[in-house]
C-alpha cells in the first residue's frame, strides 16, 4: 500500500465499541482517551488488584491528566475495566493490543504476551472486527497474528497496526494533540475505519502497510536515541574543547533540518522504550543482514555517559565510604517510571565504587525499588543531603530548581554539585561555596570564557 497522508480525520457519527487488551501505561491511556473521544471503551487486565484500583477511579501511576481522563469514562459509563479478556472484547468493533513486548537477553522482543492473548481471544471476537496492535512490535507481527488467527479458524477478522507515540508524562496531550496518527493496514478501508476512531482531532494522518508502520515506530525511537547519544557526545567534546554546550545547542536548535527537541546534553537516556526499541531493532537488523552500526553506537555512547557521570562524582570525592545525595531516580521528570532510568544506572556504579548513595524522587518511593541492593531512599530532598559530600542532579523535576541553598550548605558535609540536567543556576550554587560539574559546560573552578552579548556580535 502507497503511504497516505491527511490532515485531518472524518467525524463519525457514533462511537465505536472498544476492546483493549492490558491496562498499562499505552493502554489505559488510550483506553481513557478513546472514551473521552465518544467511544465505549471495555478495558481488559489480568491483573486483578490493577483492576480493582482502576474501577475505583485511582490509576496507581505518575501521569498528567490521566486520573480525570479514567474518572470521566467511569462517571460518563463510556469506560470500564474488567478481569476477562473475552468480556473486553465480545462486542468491540475494534480491538487494541496493549500488551509488554519485553527485551530478550539478545535484545529482541519477546512476543508472548501479543501472541498468548490473541490465541485466546480469537474465537470470541465478532466477524468484521479490526485487531490492532499498538504496541511496539517487530515488523511483520502483523502477519504472526493472522497466521494465530487462521490457525484458530477465524477468517473474519482483520489484522492492522497503529503504533502508540506517548510521551510519559506528556500521554494524555500527545494522544489527543498528536504530530501524527500512523495507521497500518493491507486494506484501505481497515485503515480508513481506524482513522474514524481519531474524529475531530485535527492531525496528520499518515496510511501504509502493516510491516512499514510497524518499523516506522523503531525507527523513531531509535533516531531520539541516536540524537541523545550525539548530543551526550558533543557535551564531552565542548567539555575537552572549553566550549559551552548550552551555547552550541542553542544554535543547533534554530536550524529547522534540526529542530530544538532533545537537544539537552543529560545523564543518559532510558525509560520503557528507546533502551529496549533501540536494542530491538539492532536485532531486527541483524536477523534480516544488516549491521546497523550507528544504532549500536548510540547504544554503546549511552553506556559509557552513564560511567561519565559517575567519573565526575568520582573527580570531586573519593567515592570508597563518602556519601552522595541523588535526587530523582524516575528516568525523566513528571513520571515514577523507573524502567531502564539512567539515574539508577548511575546509583548502581557509585554503590559497587563503594559509595553510599542517598536518593530523593518525588513520584518514586522505596517499595518502588527492588533491584538495586543499598540504596536509601529519603523522605526529602534534605534527607537526602544530609552529611553527603556530594549532590548529584539525576531528574530534571522542577521543584529541584527550587531548593534552598543555605538550608543545603548547613546539612552537607562537603560541598560539590554535578548537575548531570545542567538544571541549577551555577552561579547562585558556586557563590554559596559549591565547585558546580555540568555536563557539557564549564566547572566553577575553571576560568570562564568572556562572552560578547549576541545583539553586540551583530553590530560588530
Known amino acids: 500500500m502507497q503511504v497516505n497522508e491527511s490532515s485531518?480525520?472524518?467525524?463519525?457519527?457514533?462511537?465505536?465499541?472498544?476492546?483493549?487488551?492490558?491496562?498499562?501505561?499505552?493502554?489505559?491511556?488510550?483506553?481513557?482517551?478513546?472514551?473521552?473521544?465518544?467511544?465505549?471503551?471495555?478495558?481488559?487486565?489480568?491483573?486483578?488488584?490493577?483492576?480493582?484500583?482502576?474501577?475505583?477511579?485511582?490509576?496507581?501511576?505518575?501521569?498528567?491528566?490521566?486520573?480525570?481522563?479514567?474518572?470521566?469514562?467511569?462517571?460518563?459509563?463510556?469506560?470500564?475495566?474488567?478481569?476477562?479478556?473475552?468480556?473486553?472484547?465480545?462486542?468491540?468493533?475494534?480491538?487494541?493490543?496493549?500488551?509488554?513486548?519485553?527485551?530478550?537477553?539478545?535484545?529482541?522482543?519477546?512476543?508472548?504476551?501479543?501472541?498468548?492473548?490473541?490465541?485466546?481471544?480469537?474465537?470470541?471476537?465478532?466477524?468484521?472486527?479490526?485487531?490492532?496492535?499498538k504496541s511496539t512490535v517487530p515488523p511483520g507481527t502483523s502477519e504472526l497474528l493472522e497466521q494465530i488467527l487462521a490457525r484458530a479458524d477465524v477468517t473474519d477478522v482483520a489484522v492492522a497496526h497503529n503504533p502508540e507515540f506517548l510521551r510519559e508524562g506528556t500521554a494524555v496531550n500527545d494522544f489527543l494533540q498528536p504530530d501524527r496518527v500512523v495507521i497500518g493496514a493491507n486494506d484501505q478501508s481497515v485503515a480508513d475505519k481506524i482513522a474514524g476512531l481519531y474524529a475531530?482531532?485535527?492531525?496528520?494522518?499518515?496510511?501504509?502497510?502493516?510491516?512499514?508502520?510497524?518499523?516506522?515506530?523503531?525507527?523513531?525511537?531509535?533516531?531520539?536515541?541516536?540524537?541523545?547519544?550525539?548530543?551526550?557526545?558533543?557535551?564531552?567534546?565542548?567539555?575537552?574543547?572549553?566550549?559551552?554546550?548550552?551555547?552550541?545547542?542553542?544554535?543547533?536548535?534554530?536550524?529547522?533540518?534540526?529542530?530544538?527537541?532533545f537537544l539537552k546534553p543529560g545523564p543518559g537516556w532510558g525509560g520503557s522504550c528507546l533502551p529496549k526499541d533501540s536494542r530491538a531493532l539492532v536485532n531486527v537488523a541483524a536477523t534480516a543482514g544488516y549491521d546497523f552500526s550507528l544504532l549500536r553506537s548510540a547504544l554503546e555512547v549511552n553506556e559509557q555517559q552513564f560511567d561519565r557521570i559517575v567519573a565526575k562524582v568520582a573527580?570531586?570525592?573519593?567515592?570508597?565510604?563518602?556519601?552522595?545525595?541523588?535526587?530523582?531516580?524516575?528516568?525523566?521528570?513528571?513520571?515514577?517510571?523507573?524502567?531502564?532510568?539512567?539515574?539508577?544506572?548511575?546509583?548502581?556504579?557509585?554503590?559497587?565504587?563503594?559509595?553510599?548513595?542517598?536518593?530523593?524522587?518525588?513520584?518514586?518511593?522505596?517499595?518502588?525499588?527492588?533491584?538495586?541492593?543499598?540504596?536509601?531512599?529519603?523522605?526529602?530532598?534534605?534527607?537526602?543531603?544530609?552529611r553527603a559530600s556530594a549532590l548529584l542532579i539525576a531528574t530534571e523535576w522542577n521543584e529541584f530548581r527550587q531548593l534552598d541553598v543555605e538550608r543545603i550548605v548547613t546539612l552537607m558535609y562537603d560541598h560539590h554539585i554535578i548537575d548531570a540536567r545542567n538544571l541549577l543556576h551555577r552561579d547562585l550554587w558556586v557563590k554559596h561555596g559549591f565547585t558546580y560539574t555540568g555536563v557539557g559546560i564549564f566547572n566553577s573552578d575553571e576560568k570562564l570564557p568572556v562572552r560578547v552579548p549576541a545583539r553586540q556580535a551583530r553590530q560588530e
Not at 207 to 220: F, G, L, M, R, S
Not at 329 to 345: G, H, M, Q, V, Y
Open 315 to 386: 573527580d570531586r570525592v573519593v567515592l570508597e565510604g563518602a556519601r552522595v545525595a541523588l535526587l530523582g531516580l524516575a528516568f525523566k521528570a513528571e513520571t515514577n517510571d523507573i524502567r531502564s532510568s539512567p539515574s539508577l544506572e548511575i546509583a548502581q556504579r557509585l554503590i559497587d565504587a563503594g559509595a553510599k548513595v542517598h536518593a530523593y524522587d518525588p513520584a518514586v518511593t522505596a517499595e518502588d525499588l527492588h533491584e538495586i541492593t543499598g540504596l536509601v531512599v529519603e523522605s526529602d530532598a534534605y534527607a537526602a543531603c544530609a
Open 200 to 261: 475531530n482531532i485535527p492531525t496528520q494522518i499518515v496510511v501504509t502497510d502493516t510491516t512499514t508502520a510497524e518499523t516506522t515506530k523503531y525507527v523513531a525511537n531509535a533516531f531520539l536515541a541516536t540524537k541523545l547519544s550525539f548530543v551526550n557526545s558533543a557535551a564531552a567534546l565542548c567539555e575537552v574543547l572549553g566550549a559551552d554546550v548550552k551555547d552550541v545547542m542553542t544554535a543547533l536548535g534554530h536550524d529547522r533540518r534540526i529542530g530544538a527537541g
Open 8 to 133: 485531518l480525520v472524518g467525524a463519525r457519527d457514533v462511537g465505536a465499541e472498544i476492546g483493549v487488551i492490558g491496562a498499562g501505561y499505552v493502554g489505559l491511556t488510550s483506553g481513557a482517551c478513546f472514551a473521552y473521544l465518544g467511544h465505549e471503551v471495555v478495558c481488559a487486565d489480568v491483573d486483578e488488584s490493577k483492576i480493582n484500583l482502576l474501577n475505583s477511579g485511582r490509576i496507581g501511576i505518575h501521569e498528567q491528566g490521566l486520573a480525570a481522563k479514567v474518572e470521566d469514562g467511569l462517571t460518563s459509563n463510556r469506560l470500564s475495566f474488567v478481569t476477562d479478556p473475552a468480556e473486553a472484547v465480545a462486542k468491540a468493533d475494534f480491538v487494541f493490543l496493549c500488551l509488554p513486548t519485553p527485551p530478550r537477553k539478545d535484545g529482541s522482543a519477546d512476543l508472548s504476551f501479543i501472541s498468548s492473548a490473541v490465541s485466546e481471544i480469537a474465537r470470541v471476537m465478532q466477524p468484521d472486527t479490526i485487531l490492532v496492535s
